[in-house]
């Protein structure tokens, strides 16, 4: 790589360097060995895995639940995003500053602090027990947790988008006879769509992936409660290096599959609507 | 916003916001979710950590146990942090500074580590220096650890953190350009001399939010460490993993003190961001942060 537009600058040659040394030894040279165990294993060896039962429902588990609270962390995110942009109100700043707060809280945390409140015997969990809901050590649990440590990203996808529509774009729509509802819906909403699916990917991908606050919550029952991350775990504590590669694999391919299909989603959206 | 007012003193809503009973509804709908799901477990840790009063949490970092792990944290976030910020700085000049082919395709790689879950995270290394990895047996025959002891944990903290710096400092140094380098360059100022009395200042915000992050990350990271730890207390458990093991003994007060210490430092974390923000949001990045 030689720089092109020749800059005055010194250092290209020595920071472009050190940036792929480090680049490679960190990062690169590690997934490059993720890649060759899983070429050893084939795609009849993974295939093996991806089948066994137990897998399946800790894959469907993981999954599914990814599904659902992202979705319901995109519909919170755009209302919690519309009312700290365009509202007034007490609290407002520190309320904005608490979003991030699952981005800062180790997740370990996250996590015991989800199962003490949503035990039997929790703030919540109590109130919960008497209608006979059970939230922790279920799938249930799973769900609350991963709608903690996703909520910031669909917040804070939409936020900037909702802090730049021309207010002028609504009066215009008022002027032509709609009323407030109809705006929202035919107007507001469709100019919000590329953000919103981009927060709920990030939502659904953070979500697959999370493994810490979610092993304290979920009781990791197999078959009911067990997600794809604490199998990978099983089985390298069983030192199964090909196990856990190759549910690693699988997670990584159908979380590629999802994103990108959610990528053409939103370019479609992006082209029907106008919006950039 | 200020609601127009008719003559009758009645109160109109104007046609670019909802009617104040919307809004209220809206308003109480987004403090209750954030209540139940942000707030209540921040205070369910201080709580829980207290309960059994100020001498016995105060005990609780007397624990041989409780100072290893902090100590270890302390390290790995020591070493990590500014090997990530070095990288940052050196990733950030060349990309900001230089044109060059293969550019997005190298910020998409300094990307990938926050696509990755934790967990493969620490799997990757395992399969690289574990008992059964790649470099495994010739580890063994040297005598040098890196799964189960502090080579492994940094690494994989390393790893989980390595992006931090890079993005906030690329789009930073993207948008601020190189004329004021170029200047300092005409006056007969050296590379370095240039980067450390121009450069560096103008980025010194940008720098401290990005280490800020990295270091709260890195301080509190759980999957990617638990996996190449080997959770052997005393010695390879940092304070996340010393969590784990407290909370799985029963040992309830002794785990929520030890979280709390951890919940302090995010607290700490996001009020600096927040007053960053506020302060010097001028020589933040523009771009979005997620």
């Known amino acids: ?276 | 916003m200020p609601e127009h007012i008719r003559p009758g003193g009645q109160a109109r809503t104007p046609v670019t916001t909802e009617t104040a009973a919307v809004r209220t509804g809206l308003i109480a709908l987004a403090l209750v979710f954030l209540a139940l799901f942000l707030v209540l477990p921040v205070i369910v840790v201080f709580v829980e950590a207290l309960g059994k009063g100020v001498s016995f949490y105060l005990a609780t970092f007397t624990d041989p146990d409780a100072r290893a792990a902090i100590r270890l944290t302390l390290i790995v976030a020591a070493i990590a942090v500014p090997l990530n910020m070095i990288f940052g700085i050196a990733a950030s000049w060349a990309i900001a500074k230089f044109e060059f082919q293969g550019k997005s395709l190298l910020i998409t790689l300094i990307d990938l580590p926050f696509s990755i879950s934790p967990v493969v995270s620490g799997l990757i290394y395992v399969l690289l220096f574990g008992a059964q990895g790649y470099f495994g047996p010739w580890l063994k025959g040297h005598g040098i650890e890196v799964i189960f002891a502090l080579p492994g944990i940094v690494l994989a903290t390393i790893f989980v953190t390595f992006p931090f710096v890079a993005r906030e400092l690329i789009p930073l140094m993207q948008e601020q350009g190189n004329t004021d380098e170029e200047a300092a360059l005409t006056l007969g100022a050296g590379g370095l001399r240039t980067f450390l009395t121009v450069t560096l200042p103008n980025i010194r915000w940008g720098l401290l939010y990005g280490v800020l992050l990295c270091n709260a990350r890195a301080m509190g990271e759980f999957g990617a460490v638990s996996v190449v730890s080997g959770h052997i207390r005393g010695l390879t458990n940092t304070m996340p993993l010393h969590v784990e093991i407290l909370y799985n003994e029963y040992n309830f007060a002794a785990a929520f003190a030890m979280a709390s210490l951890l919940t302090l430092l995010a607290v700490i974390t996001l009020v600096a961001k927040t007053l960053l923000e506020m302060h010097y949001g001028e020589a933040l990045a523009r771009a979005p942060r997620v």
């Open chain 1, 1 to 276: 790589m030689r720089s092109k537009q020749l800059s005055a600058l010194p250092g290209f040659g020595l920071t472009l360097g050190y940036t792929l040394f480090y680049l490679g030894v960190i990062v690169l040279l590690p997934l490059a060995a993720l890649v060759a165990q899983a070429a050893g294993l084939g795609l009849g060896g993974i295939w093996a895995v991806a089948t066994e039962e137990r897998v399946l429902a800790a894959l469907r588990t993981s999954f599914g639940l990814a599904f659902a609270a992202a979705l319901v962390d995109s519909l919170f995110g755009l209302v919690i995003a519309w009312v700290l942009t365009r509202y007034q109100f007490p609290g407002r700043r520190l309320l904005d500053a608490a979003v991030d707060l699952p981005f800062a809280l180790p997740t370990a945390v996250a996590g015991i602090s989800l199962a003490t409140l949503y035990a039997p015997t929790g703030w919540i969990g109590g109130i919960l027990a008497e209608f006979g809901i059970q939230v922790a050590f279920t799938p249930a649990g799973i769900f609350v947790a991963l709608v903690f440590v996703a909520l910031p990203f669909t917040v804070r996808t939409v936020q900037p988008l909702i802090a730049e529509i021309d207010r002028g774009v609504e009066e215009v729509s008022a002027t032509l006879g709609a009323n407030r509802w109809q705006t929202i819906r035919r107007v507001l909403i469709p100019m919000l769509t590329p953000a919103l699916l981009t927060g709920f990917a990030l939502a659904f991908a953070r979500s697959v992936s999370e493994y810490g606050s979610v092993i304290f919550i979920a009781g990791n029952l197999p078959y009911v409660s067990e997600i794809a991350p604490v199998l990978i775990v099983i089985k390298l504590e069983e030192f199964n290096y090909p196990g856990a590669t190759a549910i690693a694999v699988i997670m990584l391919a159908i979380a590629f599959v999802v994103l990108f299909t959610i990528n053409v989603i939103q370019a479609w959206s992006r082209r029907r609507l106008g919006h950039a």
